[in-house]
């Protein structure tokens, strides 16, 4: 089983949809959760950063990691032909970073 | 400030050759390491570095080699190319151990 596991996607929404990324761990040691977005042909840049359970919000963005049932999950409100990209969750543990697969987001006009 | 680059973008090797991947980083972070990317296995770590002179494996090590000589630079190296490391390889540095990494722009590999 890998430590993270994530829907590879493709996700087709129209503009303007609320989007809901997924991920599940199964690491309960993991301390930090990440989302990177990777558009086509480049590297990850990092989304949103975020410690133990809760929520976290950047504008359209939200963050959000449920350590009980090892689940988090990345909310894209307004979502924008702009946002289609590949989004990567991560978990990180003293100095363990390990990445999901990455799910294919794609936002249509 | 450049941030994180890589070169070569894009290399076809055939089996058997070597090759070195440059990396390099100008925002004086110590903590710098080498991953790779394919379908259906996400990131992989293959090793890294927490400052100058020191290096650690990863995940994926085998078959790849780095040095650590200044703060600014990393390159990996591919001993013997075999199509296993056919993949897009990507740098990616960070102040301390943990931080929020910065990737660069990646390198696309082809091993015939």
């Known amino acids: 089983q890998k430590e993270v596991e994530q829907d590879p996607g493709p996700l087709s929404v129209p503009e303007g949809a609320i989007v809901s990324l997924n991920c599940t761990y199964s690491n309960s040691a993991f301390q930090y959760f990440m989302w990177y977005r990777q558009y086509s042909r480049k590297g990850p840049e990092l989304l949103m950063y975020t410690y133990s359970s809760g929520n976290k919000e950047d504008g359209r963005f939200t963050a959000q990691v449920d350590k009980s049932s090892k689940y988090i999950s990345l909310f894209i409100r307004d979502s924008q032909p702009s946002d289609s990209a590949t989004y990567l969750c991560?978990?990180?543990?003293?100095?363990?970073?390990?990445f999901g697969t990455g799910t294919r987001l794609q936002v249509f006009p | 400030n450049a941030g994180v680059t890589q070169t070569p973008k894009f290399q076809v090797l055939k089996t058997g050759q070597s090759m070195t991947l440059q990396c390099a980083q100008d925002m004086n972070h110590e903590y710098m390491s080498w991953y790779r990317q394919d379908p259906g296995m996400g990131l992989r770590l293959i090793h890294y570095s927490v400052g100058a002179g020191i290096t650690d494996q990863g995940e994926v090590p085998n078959g790849y080699n780095v040095s650590r000589s200044t703060t600014e630079d990393f390159p990996l190296r591919l001993l013997s190319a075999a199509p296993s490391q056919t993949s897009v390889y990507f740098c990616?540095?960070?102040?301390?151990?943990?931080?929020?990494?910065?990737f660069g722009p990646g390198t696309r590999l082809l091993v015939l």
């Open positions: 990616a540095s960070s102040y301390s151990m943990g931080e929020t990494q910065y």
């Open positions: 991560a978990g990180r543990h003293t100095d363990k970073l390990i």
